[in-house]
């Protein structure tokens, strides 16, 4: 059976299946003051972090449109799998849900599944190469589905942000009993819950939090050896490469993946922003 993997563009997809015909990314819309931005192949980061800096507004986006996901889903495949932005952080899940009402109102039956990641950027990309792998090996779609889902619950998402303002700005720290006090320097430590943003822990600078963040990784990881270590970065490639190796040597995961952040993970994590997903 033929495939195809649907993703919003806040997955951080590795460079070499970006173009992959079998991946097709429906893209956000970012804003920036007067500028509207698409997040798609023509997104530049530096000149997307100049204009940031230079707003005295935040930075924010917008979810694509159901149509935009219907046409996505026109395909020859035969089974379609759909990966989200967390649907409690966008309303790309929903508007993914609508565009599969459109298309089956036009079109009829299609084997179509969307997965609300519960996560963003790499932890999106995580679960569309698990689609790709699990569908390369022949199985039905009720099966992948099932297997994905499962997935999904296992993977752990975490990060660390020189400032959470975007986040706060835009209403997306809701799952936050509290913010940090930014005039100490204090950086907390992230992890999404149930598709939310919580605080698991915090360091003094950005970078005693990374190292408190590798060793949650350290102790919450459950059969690494089966997983992949994914992180995505803003600007950073250095500083997650740092992050990578630290981990690796306290963890033996099957592999480790550098991703560079598309437009919506530029957009709230930020200039210097680090998630890893695993």
Do not use: W
């Amino acid at each position: 059976m033929s495939y195809k993997i649907v993703v919003d563009s806040c997955c951080d997809l590795p460079e070499e299946y970006r173009k992959d015909p079998r991946f097709q990314i429906v893209p956000l819309i970012l804003q920036v003051g007067p500028y509207e931005i698409i997040d798609d192949e023509t997104f530049d980061q530096k000149d997307f972090l100049a204009k940031v800096a230079a707003s005295d507004d935040s930075a924010r986006s917008a979810c694509p449109s159901p149509e935009l996901f219907m046409r996505a889903y026109e395909t020859d495949a035969d089974d379609v799998y759909v990966v989200t932005l967390s649907s409690k952080l966008s309303g790309s899940y929903n508007s993914a849900l609508l565009g599969k009402s459109l298309y089956h109102e036009e079109h009829g039956p299609k084997n179509i599944h969307i997965v609300d990641s519960l996560s963003a950027c790499c932890g999106e990309a995580q679960i569309a190469l698990k689609a790709m792998e699990l569908a390369d090996t022949g199985m039905p779609f009720d099966e992948v589905v099932e297997k994905l889902e499962a997935y999904r619950d296992g993977m752990n998402t975490y990060f660390v942000l020189d400032s959470l303002e975007t986040l706060r700005k835009n209403g997306r720290l809701t799952g936050m009993k509290a913010i940090v006090a930014t005039t100490l320097n204090i950086k907390p430590v992230c992890c999404a819950v149930k598709g939310e943003v919580a605080q698991r822990s915090q360091g003094i600078g950005i970078r005693k939090a990374l190292i408190k963040m590798t060793e949650i990784v350290a102790q919450e990881i459950i059969d690494p050896v089966e997983k992949t270590l994914m992180i995505t970065h803003v600007n950073c490639y250095e500083r997650a490469a740092v992050v990578k190796d630290i981990i690796m040597k306290k963890v033996p995961f099957k592999k480790a993946i550098i991703v560079d952040a598309a437009g919506v993970a530029t957009t709230y994590a930020g200039d210097g922003g680090i998630v890893v997903t695993c």
